[in-house]
């Protein structure tokens, strides 16, 4: 188990471990508390009975474990059969580069959406130290030149113009609004998931298709 400050609240990760107080269901329905994700890079199906929203920070190494070791699970079992419909929202806060790896994630969406998941897996791929400034313009270009599809110049160009900074801003409102404490911070159907393991998840999502079905 990890601890992190963010901001000024102490907050409990457990990407990787089991943390079995938060895996514990109660039969009672909670209401279905949407987040607004318009213009968020969305997979699954529009009329997807459960809604999972991430709040990622590419520089946050508890992301990248949840990315490589979670995320492959929660898609190929509910976002790929049509439960889930899963949005990535950016919370930028580990440091300047943090900012400028979410705009670049920004600009390819706003190319090829598709290709945004591709950038992802690759950018946490090569994350580098989290005290280090490692997500430059140009380190970004490279990892993105090696995904075919996306305009390596036309990003470099949003990056230095700031094209997207208005979004990366609005989705930290958008995390403001709903407390988010941390990242990687997970909501289904508007509720926070306490345990962020594979199985803490998908309870939560069980437990939310259940209540869709009745």
Same mark, same amino acid.
């Given at each position: 188990m990890k601890f992190r400050l963010f901001p000024s609240l102490l907050v409990l990760t457990t990407i990787?471990? &089991?943390?079995? /107080? +938060?895996?514990?269901?109660? *039969?009672?329905?909670?209401?279905?508390?949407?987040?607004?994700?318009?213009?968020?890079?969305?997979?699954?199906?529009?009329?997807?009975?459960?809604q999972v929203v991430v709040f990622e920070d590419f520089k946050c190494p508890f992301c990248a474990r949840y990315e490589h070791d979670v995320f492959?699970?929660?898609?190929?079992?509910?976002?790929?059969?049509?439960?889930?419909?899963?949005?990535?929202?950016?919370?930028?806060?580990?440091?300047?580069?943090?900012?400028? &790896?979410?705009? /670049? +994630?920004?600009?390819?969406? *706003?190319?090829?959406?598709?290709?945004?998941?591709?950038?992802?897996?690759?950018?946490?791929?090569?994350?580098g130290n989290e005290t280090t400034i490692w997500a430059t313009p140009d380190s970004l270009g490279e990892l993105a030149a090696t995904i075919p599809g996306i305009e390596v110049s036309e990003l470099r160009s949003c990056l230095l113009q700031h094209t997207f900074a208005q979004d990366v801003t609005a989705d930290q409102k958008l995390a403001e609004h709903h407390d988010v404490r941390g990242t990687p911070e997970i909501y289904v159907n508007g509720i926070r998931v306490?345990?962020?393991?594979?199985?803490?998840?998908?309870?939560?999502?069980?437990?939310?298709?259940?209540?869709s079905y009745r």
């Amino acid at each position: 188990m990890k601890f992190r400050l963010f901001p000024s609240l102490l907050v409990l990760t457990t990407i990787g471990g &089991a943390f079995s /107080a +938060g895996l514990l269901l109660t *039969k009672r329905s909670e209401p279905f508390r949407p987040i607004n994700i318009t213009g968020q890079p969305t997979l699954g199906e529009a009329d997807a009975p459960v809604q999972v929203v991430v709040f990622e920070d590419f520089k946050c190494p508890f992301c990248a474990r949840y990315e490589h070791d979670v995320f492959p699970q929660l898609k190929s079992r509910y976002i790929d059969t049509g439960k889930v419909r899963y949005s990535f929202v950016n919370l930028a806060f580990l440091g300047p580069d943090s900012i400028t &790896a979410a705009q /670049a +994630g920004e600009c390819v969406n *706003k190319q090829e959406s598709r290709l945004f998941w591709d950038f992802v897996e690759k950018v946490y791929h090569h994350q580098g130290n989290e005290t280090t400034i490692w997500a430059t313009p140009d380190s970004l270009g490279e990892l993105a030149a090696t995904i075919p599809g996306i305009e390596v110049s036309e990003l470099r160009s949003c990056l230095l113009q700031h094209t997207f900074a208005q979004d990366v801003t609005a989705d930290q409102k958008l995390a403001e609004h709903h407390d988010v404490r941390g990242t990687p911070e997970i909501y289904v159907n508007g509720i926070r998931v306490t345990a962020k393991t594979t199985e803490g998840i998908s309870n939560m999502i069980e437990l939310a298709l259940q209540s869709s079905y009745r």
